[in-house]
T-cell receptor, first 117, second 114 residues
Framework: EPEVTQTPSHQVTQMGQEVILRCVPI?????FYWYRQILGQKVEFLVS????????KSEIFDDQFSVERPDGSNFTLKIRSTKLEDSAMYFC???????????????FGDGTRLSIL | AQTVTQSQPEMSVQEAETVTLSCTYD???????LFWYKQPPSRQMILVIRQEAYKQQNATENRFSVNFQKAAKSFSLKISDSQLGDTAMYFCAFMGNTGNQFYFGTGTSLTVIP
């Protein structure tokens, strides 16, 4: 069964540095998402992406964050000038359809554990 | 705003027994979708079951079934004949008609005891 894949599985970065988290969504999916899960807390929505633009974002997704689909397969989350509180598990997800009236589930990757030192 | 509440941080069940995980939510929307996701120690979020709010019939997937009470805004997950591989964190999630994002509960950590 097709899967969403994320790399790396664990990223350790110095505070203030930039980090790029990578995701390869399922190939025939059109909607892409990033979520964050701080240790011991709930999974939180960051952003959704469709047709090469952001379709929705949460208040967490400020100017420090950006997303990009640089080619036909990858979907990246960039965090500029990382802070200690950015330490979390970051999940990428994709779905075949999305938006209003779509009942398609989102398929999640294994996550990238980001540790900021 | 949508909120999802899972009031049981941890639960355990004997192998082969039945366990029910509770979830309540708050929304002003009339049509929406509810999901249960499983997150085993391997960390991947795996879809377990989904329910469309406009369907009165409770969804079932093999050993997994839901008790969807729309008026009470309750969406519990029943796992029958529990297996060791069911040990995981279980998240209830809500998706409305107005956007793409999921709203997750805080999760219930389920341990199946041999």
């Amino acid at each position: 069964e097709p899967e969403v894949t994320q790399t790396p599985s664990h990223q350790v970065t110095q505070m203030g540095q930039e980090v790029i988290l990578r995701c390869v969504p399922i190939s025939n999916h059109l909607y892409f998402y990033w979520y964050r899960q701080i240790l011991g807390q709930k999974v939180e929505f960051l952003v959704s992406f469709y047709n090469n633009e952001i379709s929705e974002k949460s208040e967490i997704f400020d100017d420090q964050f950006s997303v990009e689909r640089p080619d036909g397969s990858n979907f990246t989350l960039k965090i500029r000038s990382t802070k200690l509180e950015d330490s979390a598990m970051y999940f990428c997800a994709s779905s075949r359809t999305g938006g209003a009236y779509s009942n398609q589930p989102q398929h999640f990757g294994d996550g990238t554990r980001l540790s900021i030192l | 705003a949508q909120t999802v509440t899972q009031s049981q941080p941890e639960m355990s069940v004997q192998e082969a027994e039945t366990v029910t995980l509770s979830c309540t939510y708050d929304t002003s929307e009339n049509n929406y979708y509810l999901f249960w996701y499983k997150q085993p120690p391997s960390r991947q979020m795996i879809l377990v079951i989904r329910q469309e709010a406009y369907k009165q019939q409770n969804a079932t997937e093999n050993r997994f079934s839901v008790n969807f009470q729309k008026a009470a805004k309750s969406f519990s997950l029943k796992i029958s004949d529990s297996q060791l591989g069911d040990t995981a964190m279980y998240f209830c999630a809500f998706m409305g008609n107005t956007g793409n994002q999921f709203y997750f509960g805080t999760g219930t950590s389920l341990t199946v005891i041999p």
